[in-house]
C-alpha cells in the first residue's frame, strides 16, 4: 500500500502554479518550534530547531514499528518543512535584514496525531534520542484567506515573486492582512542540501483581505 502523501493529495496547498492565485486554507495541526535570526548561520537556532522537528516526526512516523500503537495510524509521508516569518515594524519580510527574522518553523501533522499522541511522541523522542525536545509545540492553526504563488529559484530572488503577488491581489481588489498572528508563509519542497539554488520550489503564501 502507498504511503499517504500530502503534497500529492492536497495539490492545491502545496503544489500551486508559478502565477499567483486566491486559496482559503482550513484549520491543520503542526509541529512548531519558535525561534529568532538568521536562518542561514551554520550552527544558528534556525538549523536546530529543523533537527527538533523531525526527530518528533519520525518518531510519530515510526511508531507503527513499537509497541505503541495510534488509534487511526495510516503510513504517510512527512509533509514538507514550513516557515511563518515576520520581523518587528515591518509588514512583510525585509530580505536584507535577516537577523532580525522571528520565525516558526513547521511540520504538518496528520490527523489522527492528537495533543496526547504528541505528548507521547515528545517523550519517546527525548528519551531515545538523548536530546531536550520541549521546544517543540503542538499547533492548530487557521490560516484563512490567502495568495500563493510557487516560486523558482534562489530564496534571496523571492521579492520578485512577492511583487507579482502583490500586484496581483491589488488586481483583484484584495490588500494585504499581516498581523502578529497572520504573517508571510514559506513551504519548502526541495531539499537545499541537494537542489541547486535556481532549482529550488517554494511555495510563498501571503494571508488577504477584502479591500
Avoid at 504573517?183 to 501571503?206: A, G, M
Wanted: aromatic share 14%.
Amino acid at each position: 500500500m502507498t504511503a499517504f502523501d500530502y503534497k500529492k493529495e492536497y495539490k492545491e496547498f502545496y503544489l500551486p502554479p508559478k502565477k499567483p492565485q486566491m486559496i482559503e486554507i482550513p484549520s491543520m495541526n503542526f509541529l512548531a518550534v519558535r525561534g529568532k535570526g538568521n536562518p542561514n548561520e551554520a550552527e544558528g537556532d534556525y538549523k536546530k530547531s529543523i533537527g527538533l522537528l523531525y526527530g518528533v516526526a519520525y518518531t510519530i512516523k515510526m511508531s507503527k514499528m513499537g509497541s505503541h500503537k495510534m488509534d487511526g495510524y495510516f503510513d504517510y509521508v512527512v509533509p514538507p518543512l514550513e516557515g511563518f516569518w515576520w520581523q518587528d515594524g515591518v509588514k512583510g519580510v525585509d530580505y536584507s535584514r535577516k537577523e532580525d527574522f522571528q520565525w516558526i518553523s513547521l511540520i504538518r501533522l496528520p490527523e489522527f496525531v492528537t495533543k496526547e499522541e504528541f505528548d507521547w511522541a515528545l517523550r519517546e523522542a527525548t528519551e531515545k534520542k538523548e536530546t531536550d525536545f520541549s521546544r517543540v509545540e503542538y499547533l492548530t492553526y487557521e490560516e484563512g484567506l490567502c495568495v500563493q504563488c510557487m516560486h523558482i529559484g534562489p530564496y534571496d530572488d523571492e521579492p520578485e515573486t512577492v511583487e507579482k503577488m502583490n500586484r496581483y491581489i491589488e488586481e483583484q481588489g484584495y490588500v494585504l492582512d499581516f498581523s502578529e498572528r497572520r504573517c508571510h508563509h514559506e513551504i519548502y519542497l526541495s531539499d537545499v542540501r541537494r537542489c541547486k539554488p535556481e532549482n529550488l520550489k517554494t511555495v510563498i503564501r501571503h494571508p488577504v483581505r477584502r479591500e
